[in-house]
């Protein structure tokens, strides 16, 4: 069992930047993918960044060269920067624990948090 707690968001202007952390509960995180997930107003939850227990990233193309997924073992922690933020970055952002699948879907991800609300005003 892993439990998630987001941290982080805010309001921000565009162009801006907000730093998101995700602290896990229990001894194998490291052995999870970490993903971000985000979900706007009426929109489906879509995939934003993971990386796998070795280290590899992986990103949407709406957030690559802006968004930096990292995570640090031993703090149990998994952290999203995001830069350049733009209006259509507007969502409430999940983390996500995965034990295996692909990457990109929901329904690879076997623990989730509540959420946190980032907000971009232009």
């Known amino acids: 069992q892993v439990q998630l707690a987001e941290s982080g968001g805010g309001l921000v202007q565009a162009g801006g930047s907000l730093r998101l952390s995700c602290a896990a509960s229990?001894?194998?995180?490291?052995?999870?993918?970490m993903g971000w997930f985000r979900q706007a107003p009426g929109k489906e939850r879509e995939f934003v960044a993971t990386?796998?227990?070795?280290?590899?990233?992986y990103y949407a193309d709406s957030v690559k060269g802006r968004f930096t997924i990292s995570r640090d073992n031993a703090k149990n922690t998994v952290y999203l920067q995001m830069n350049s933020l733009k209006p259509e970055d507007t969502a409430v952002y999940y983390c996500?624990?995965?034990?295996?699948?692909?990457?990109?879907?929901?329904?690879?991800?076997?623990?989730w948090g509540q959420g946190t609300q980032v907000t971009v005003s232009s």
């Open positions: 229990g001894r194998t995180f490291s052995r999870y993918a």
């Open positions: 990386i796998w227990s070795g280290g590899s990233t």
């Open positions: 996500a624990a995965s034990a295996g699948g692909s990457y990109y879907i929901v329904v690879a991800y076997d623990y």
